[in-house]
């Protein structure tokens, strides 16, 4: 990967486990239920954990008809303080290691998902000043998520490179590489979270696969001796 000039990452378990932000959610919501309706919170968020083993829906609505108080109002309010919370998440080590090393790098997130969650995460990672941008694909409209090039092509254009020179990082091939492979992105599949296991076609899958951050700084340094 002699000439990556700019380094564009995903966020959700490829810069820090996403389990931890689904937890500090579950906090925040089972905080509020104990203000409002002095609900245990302690039990609740237990009872929110052993309901997502089971399984990512109805999360909410499980847990509170348990106490009665299953009610559309309700479960969307619980959504609005999971989705709203300030998260307390934390960049992986060897992440947080690898952006020290590469500070003199620009550097972009490409995120979908709900455009608010992802700013919380990104202002709770501490990111403001290592990075040049986060590009919340949920800002550009559904067609402009990931596969979609859409906001790859953007970075592309601020730092007036080719495709060959940005290099994204990503943990998901169902999505993050399929799109911009074929346009001469580079592309790193982090071997981390829910996809970690997951073995698709030569389309979807990327071109280099990492476990950790420390294996990428070597393979990026390698290729830097060499040039
Ligand atoms: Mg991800």
Do not use: W
Request: proline share 4%.
């Amino acid at each position: 990967m002699a000439q990556v000039k700019v380094l564009v990452f995903d966020v959700d378990d490829t810069l820090y486990e996403e389990l931890t932000f689904v937890k500090s959610g579950f906090r925040a919501v089972a905080h509020f239920l104990e203000e409002k309706y002095v609900l245990p919170s302690e039990k609740v968020y237990e009872q929110f954990v052993a309901e997502l083993e089971k399984g990512r829906e109805k999360i909410f609505d499980t847990v509170l008809q348990q106490y009665d108080l299953n009610s559309k109002g309700l479960v969307r309010k619980c959504l609005s303080v999971y989705r709203r919370h300030k998260p307390e998440i934390f960049l992986y080590e060897d992440a947080a290691r690898f952006l020290k090393k590469f500070e003199s790098f620009p550097i972009y997130l490409v995120t979908d998902g709900n455009p608010t969650v992802q700013q919380n995460k990104v202002d709770a990672l501490l990111f403001q000043n290592r990075i040049k941008k986060a590009f919340l694909t949920g800002r550009f409209g559904v067609k402009n998520a990931k596969p979609s090039p859409y906001c790859f092509e953007k970075i592309k254009l601020l730092e007036n490179v080719a495709p060959e020179e940005i290099v994204y990082v990503g943990d998901n091939p169902n999505k993050d590489f399929v799109g911009i492979k074929p346009l001469g992105f580079r592309t790193v599949r982090m071997l981390r979270g829910q996809y970690k296991d997951l073995r698709l076609d030569k389309e979807h899958e990327a071109e280099i696969e990492i476990r950790n951050f420390d294996e990428l700084a070597d393979i990026l340094q390698l290729d830097f001796m060499e040039t």
